[in-house]
C-alpha cells in the first residue's frame, strides 16, 4: 500500500494548448481572484509552464506545492498566500528591444542567453543563443559566470520567463543583464535552427 496524501483544490483552470504567456496570465488572474489557503491548480501543455509558474510563486509569496505530469499535461498545484505572506510582482528594470539586440548580434558582441525550453530554440533561435532553459537556470550559474563582465541580452518568446531570468542573474550578482523584449514573438532579425533532440 503506497501513502497517498490528498488535499481540496478549490479552484482549476485550463491553459492546455495555451503558450507563454497565456498560463501565467490566467494563473495570476486565477490567484487574484481566491481567498487566501485556497488552492489553484492549473492544466497546462507548454512546457515552459512548470519554470514559469514555480518562479512566479516563489516570487510572489505564493506556495508552491508542486507539478505532476502525465501524458504531457502538467498540473500545477499553487496555494495562495495570506496577505502579509505575498509580496508585490516586480519586472526587472533593465529591458532592451529587440532592435537593440538586432545592432549588438549584428556587430557580433552580443551575449545572448535564450530561456527557452529546447523544442522552442530548436525549431528557431539567435545565431550564437546559448540555450539555458529557466527550470535549469539556477543550476547552471557558475557557468555563465563566464559571460559576467560582459552584455548579457536574456531573451525568450514574450519577455516573461527572460524578465523572471534576469531577476534571478541580478540575485546572484550579474549586473550587466538585459530583459528582451517583446522577444523572439517579434524577432525579426537573423535566425538558425538547430536538430530537435528527442
Given at each position: 500500500?503506497?501513502?497517498?496524501?490528498?488535499?481540496?483544490?478549490?479552484?482549476l483552470i485550463d491553459c492546455k494548448g495555451l503558450s507563454c504567456?497565456?498560463?501565467?496570465?490566467?494563473?495570476?488572474?486565477?490567484?487574484?481572484?481566491?481567498?487566501?489557503?485556497?488552492?489553484l491548480e492549473v492544466l497546462?501543455?507548454?512546457?515552459?509552464?512548470v519554470a514559469d509558474i514555480r518562479s512566479w510563486a516563489t516570487r510572489t509569496g505564493h506556495q508552491y506545492l508542486g507539478t505532476v505530469e502525465k501524458d504531457g499535461v502538467f498540473r500545477?498545484?499553487?496555494?495562495?498566500?495570506?496577505?502579509?505572506?505575498?509580496?508585490?510582482?516586480?519586472?526587472?528594470?533593465?529591458?532592451?528591444?529587440?532592435?537593440?539586440?538586432?545592432?549588438r548580434v549584428a556587430k557580433g558582441d552580443a551575449v545572448v542567453i535564450d530561456v527557452r525550453e529546447p523544442?522552442?530554440?530548436?525549431?528557431?533561435?539567435?545565431?550564437?543563443?546559448?540555450?539555458?532553459?529557466?527550470?535549469?537556470l539556477e543550476a547552471r550559474i557558475d557557468e555563465?559566470?563566464?559571460?559576467?563582465?560582459q552584455d548579457i541580452y536574456v531573451v525568450c518568446r514574450t519577455g516573461n520567463r527572460s524578465d523572471m531570468a534576469c531577476q534571478?542573474?541580478?540575485?546572484?550578482g550579474f549586473t550587466r543583464v538585459k530583459n528582451v523584449v517583446p522577444g523572439m514573438s517579434a524577432w525579426n532579425g537573423p535566425v538558425e535552427q538547430s536538430e530537435v533532440e528527442e
Open positions: 500500500m503506497t501513502g497517498q496524501t490528498t488535499f481540496t483544490v478549490d479552484k504567456p497565456m498560463p501565467m496570465v490566467r494563473t495570476k488572474k486565477a490567484i487574484d481572484e481566491m481567498e487566501a489557503g485556497q488552492v497546462a501543455t507548454d512546457p515552459g509552464s500545477h498545484y499553487i496555494r495562495k498566500a495570506a496577505p502579509d505572506e505575498a509580496k508585490p510582482e516586480k519586472k526587472y528594470p533593465h529591458v532592451a528591444t529587440n532592435e537593440e539586440l538586432a545592432e523544442m522552442e530554440y530548436a525549431f528557431g533561435h539567435i545565431p550564437g543563443a546559448v540555450l539555458v532553459p529557466l527550470g535549469s555563465l559566470r563566464a559571460y559576467e563582465g534571478m542573474l541580478a540575485d546572484h
